[in-house]
């Protein structure tokens, strides 16, 4: 027996090797040039992995559209811990006060080695900020097409891609939500959580090793996902569920989880060496939140996804009428793809309701109200609202369809074709109309180029806001310092600019989107500053200060 296990194995490998030989020759026999078995290679390259780099060039051609700025508060905090990794100072400002962002290693590290090859400037933080968008808009394309198909893949990929929810998001435009363009977590943790979703879907379609490697990778990218989103976990709680309904062997959830307790002890071991504590990430996400400066009622906070869908862009409706498809494609069809959507929506559905304020309206720990923490739940909206679009045409009986003129299935593809390109057509042009007239960044450029031109300018004041994003344009795009002034900065909610922000040049914007205006819509014209610059398209302006005895509002 033996030896006819090694004579099959080596038959195998020659097999392989024959096969390999005649992969790389040509009709004739002749070894084939590199050009010609790089191109036979592209020719047997799978669709999905060709679908997949398109979704994630067309994620990366969308944010060099929008192109906004590096932006502060959190993004900034995050840039700054990046750059001084593993010594944080958390006794100092800002990490003395929001620890919880720097916590999240899965957008800490790779900012670090984003600016360890390509320096601190915007060409790391808009690689950071690409690599998440890529991660989300092609993890929603594959957990979409590993349940219901390429077209409904590369379809909910593109509701993402123009949706205004992940195309307004320039505070100095119009903004109604941070997210393309932006390092921040919940993009990427989204992202990540799909990829393993897929990976799931895929390994239930697999048997022996072929399914524990999927298995493995989706447990790694599920673990990953708590390293960028801490409130992720919650879905964790459903993984042996999600396993039941892809009818995965029960005994698979020690394959999937393994991967997830590495990452953990990983992060606690890191956790230890460089906070002093094994719990410093569950620590901070714990204690983060408390009184919050909106008016938050248990009715409003029960009413938080509706609320995150409907009140900041009428086409937020499209993912609550993708829940509604779902629920009664899953009540028609009893498909079991569907309940897993469900419990996939419902699992981080209900603890982040409950912690938004219904639990206790004065101390709030997740601000559901805002659309991008409900980005984890958007790709099982859409699997589920095309899924059902999907399962019930495919029942309509045929004499039904005979009667429509519709019992030929290339009619019928016709038909669907139509009306697809006319719901999609007026949905794009709703969505990309919904955009203003953008910004970008074009401002912040022509300040860095007025800046390297005057450095006798040594002090520019500035509200906190712009001082940060500031930070990025006195330095090239890899980071090296085109002005070395003084940059000071104050508090935006200040009831009066203070006396020291008057010892020099102010740079100030009117902010356009929902930030609140500077000392409650101070304006330095109306206190005797003087224009020094404006930018071209009037978004950024700079202002000389008054003499000493003027007006010191």
Known sequence: MAHTQADQQADRQAGEQDAGTTRDAGPDGRRRSPAARAAARLRRTRRVVWLSLLVSVSAIAVQWVLLTPPLYFDPYYVWLAAGSWPDIPLTRWPFNEVPHQVTRLGLVLPARLAQEVLGPGEAAYFVVAALGGCAFFTGTYLVVRSLFGDIAGVASAAVLLVHPFFTMTNPFGHEITWSTGVVLPDMPGAGLFALGMAGLVVASRRTGRAQTRLLLAAGACLGASFLVREFLAFLFLAIPVYLALLRIPWRRNVTVGAPMLAILAANLIHNQLVWGTPLAGLVSAATHGGQSRDYVTRELALRSFPRAMHDWHALGAVFTVALALT???????????????????????????????????????????????????????????????????????????????????????????????????????????????????????????????????????????????????????????????????????????????????????????????????????????????????????????????????
């Open 327 to 553: 629920i009664v494609g899953w009540a028609v069809t009893r498909d079991r793809r569907l309940a897993l959507v469900l419990v996939w929506f419902f699992t981080l559905a209900v603890p982040l309701t409950l912690f938004s304020g219904v639990l206790d309206p004065n101390d709030i720990k997740l601000r559901a109200w805002l659309q991008r923490y409900w980005f984890a739940v958007l790709p099982a909206l859409l699997a589920g609202g095309f899924g059902s679009l999907i399962l019930m045409f495919r029942m309509l009986p045929a004499g039904l369809l005979s009667r429509m003129r519709l019992r030929s299935r290339a009619v019928r593809r016709g038909v669907v074709l139509v009306v697809a390109v006319a719901l999609g057509g007026t949905y794009a042009v709703a969505a990309v109309g919904a955009v203003p007239d953008l910004p970008r960044d074009k401002a912040w450029h022509e300040l860095r180029g007025y800046l390297a031109e005057h450095r006798e300018i040594t002090l520019i004041c500035a509200d906190r806001r712009l001082a940060q994003t500031l930070t990025f344009y006195t330095r090239d795009m890899r980071g090296e310092p085109v002005w070395r002034g003084e940059i000071r900065d104050f508090p935006h909610y200040l009831p009066k600019v203070p006396l020291n922000a008057r010892e020099g040049p102010m740079l100030y914007t009117r902010w356009r989107g929902m930030e609140s205006q500077i000392a409650s819509g101070w304006r330095p014209s109306d206190h005797g500053w003087t224009l020094r610059w404006r930018s071209s398209d009037g978004i950024l302006e700079i202002w000389n200060p008054p003499p000493a005895s003027a007006d010191p509002a």
